[in-house]
């Protein structure tokens, strides 16, 4: 095994803070190396989207990535047995396991694999995909090999898990910084309409969050709306009787 490549792919496999990343190239690195390091044919990638069906996210070869594709159309495979018990799955012979998968043994016969070692892509109780190891020739793996395919596995799947993470934290910033900037609307159009008609700012504040639950509107959008001139304060009229509007008259002086 190639003691520099190895390190290097693990680099890879951990950077995914770099600029662009890109989730699609990172896994076609896995795959890619897998082959490159272990003594297999072909390499697949299996990933679950958000609703946990698998997804077909990248292979070493068109003949494993229709064989992956072939697994979760006929709901049969290794692979599929992987992801779901979370466990390691080895065949060391697909013929002689054929009645074992009925559909995928012959599939994966024509397309010239016959041994399979899924590699579950797991942390702790959360499994999100698998990597398969396909070889032409029957036989068991190497135990160095899964071991290292394993590792291969497990520093993706830490790695794609920070990558959501991140994602998900950068997406829980966008929201407060959307609602930061929808605050600061609200207040301004709160200090207009209370200018407008004599309110204080709780009860404008109650006029602007009635009128846009009556009209069905979000509240920052209503807001934003007065704020820019594009709703007028007769658009913002409400059940029951109205604030009462600002006295544009002087305010008498005593004794007059």
Known sequence: MDGELLSDTFVELTDTMVAGFDVIDFMHVLTNRSVQ???????????????GELRVVAASSEAARLLELFQIQNDEGPCLEC????????????VAVAHRWPRFAPAAERAGFTAVQ???????????????????????????DIRVGQALADVATISLLQERNMRHSDTLNEQLQTALNSRVIIEQAKGKLAERLGLD?????????????TSNRRLSDLARAFVNGKDTLASLNVRGSPPRPLDPSPPRRPGS
């Not at 779901?84 to 065949?91: D, E, F, I, K, M």
């Open 83 to 94: 992801f779901r018990s979370g466990q390691p799955v080895q065949v060391a012979d697909l």
């Open 201 to 213: 700012m709780d009860q404008a504040f109650s006029l602007l969050r009635e009128s846009a639950r």
């Open 37 to 51: 390091l272990l003594d297999v044919s072909a390499a697949g990638l299996l990933l679950a989207d958000p609703r």
């Open 118 to 144: 899924a590699l579950p892509m797991r942390l702790r109780e959360q499994v999100i995909g698998a990597l398969n190891l396909f070889r032409t020739a029957p036989g068991a793996f190497d135990p160095a």
